[in-house]
């Protein structure tokens, strides 16, 4: 009886591991079409933008008309753009990561409470005069459980550690962002 448990248990936790890759696949491949359609968007906008600066280009008659075209301002739409382009990514990333956390953390409470009832189920069934193992094997399970503890507090840092990363990198680049429009001012003023 003890046998058929274990197996059953164990096939248990494999269904609910697959259905867990399934799940993370579907992140990914969601994730992954998201990044897709911002980036169709992106090379789209870039293309009318590049035939709108060449259709500009072919239509100078002078060198003033160059000269606004070499504005600053075409530097700073740029900047803009690139900058929204990166937080629709960022968002995406965020997402993803996000459902990442949620089922580490689900499967976390899962294999908790399997092995908890698994245990129990063990122990309840255990011969007479065995009380002192199962005592002292039940402490030292209760204390291999706070491993799950540390697993989840890890992988919450992890995550954490991770979109703080995307956040610097969007500050940074919001910050050439912020030098590249005084800077561009500064031009003007002395034109």
Sequence with gaps: MFQTQLNDQFA????????NAKHLAQVAVES???????????AKDALVV???ASSQLLAIKDPQQL???AQPEAA????????AYQA????????GNKEVAQVVDASIDDAR??????????????????EAFVSAFKTAFESSLQQFDQVRASATDAFANFEKSVDAAMANIQGQYAVAKPAAKSRKASA
């Excluded at 992954?32 to 992106?42: G, K, R, S, V, Y």
């Excluded at 700073?76 to 900058?83: C, F, G, P, T, W």
């Excluded at 990514?89 to 965020?94: C, M």
């Design 50 to 52: 590049a035939q709108d």
């Design 88 to 95: 629709k990514v960022n968002q995406v990333v965020r997402n």
């Design 12 to 19: 248990n936790a494999q269904a609910k591991a697959i259905e």
């Design 76 to 83: 700073q739409e740029a900047a803009k753009y690139a900058a």
């Design 67 to 69: 000269a606004k075209l």
């Design 113 to 130: 409470a399997d092995l908890v009832k698994f245990v129990k189920e063990a122990t309840k069934t255990a011969p007479a005069g065995s």
């Design 32 to 42: 992954a079409q998201e990044l897709a359609e911002i980036n169709q968007a992106a």
